[in-house]
């Protein structure tokens, strides 16, 4: 069974910072990423790193604010969010996949993390 357990979440003054983690376990996963979903807004994709050679990717409203890594352990991926806006408030996910590429859609990953609260 695979679970996820995040963390890291709050409430932040805008211009402020905040690292999200994830672990999962129940398999193995080449490629784990974030999304996040405001409200009344469809979730949508954050930041990604892949299982070829740890390429990352990022929406480009956070280029340059947000920074994705793994964890020294396996399945463990970090988001370190610096210069916090207020449009950056929602739910953030957890995103994981067993296979190397990383996809933007939604719709292309099966497996979630529960979610956790970021206000700006």
């Known amino acids: 069974q695979v679970q996820f357990v995040e963390s890291g979440g709050g409430l932040v003054q805008a211009g402020g910072s905040l690292r999200l983690s994830c672990v999962v376990s129940?398999?193995?996963?080449?490629?784990l990423g974030w999304f996040r979903q405001a409200p009344g807004k469809e979730r949508e994709f954050v930041s990604g790193?892949?299982?070829?050679?740890?390429?990352?990717y990022y929406l480009n409203s956070v280029k340059g604010r947000f920074t994705i890594s793994r964890g020294s352990a396996d399945n463990t991926v970090h988001l370190q969010m610096d210069n916090l806006k207020p449009d950056d408030t929602a739910v953030y996910y957890c995103?994981?996949?067993?296979?190397?590429?990383?996809?933007?859609?939604?719709?292309?990953?099966?497996?979630w993390g529960q979610g956790t609260q970021v206000t700006i």
């Open positions: 995103a994981a996949d067993p296979g190397p590429y990383w996809e933007e859609l939604v719709a292309s990953y099966d497996y």
């Open positions: 129940g398999g193995t996963f080449r490629t």
């Open positions: 790193i892949s299982g070829i050679g740890n390429s990352v």
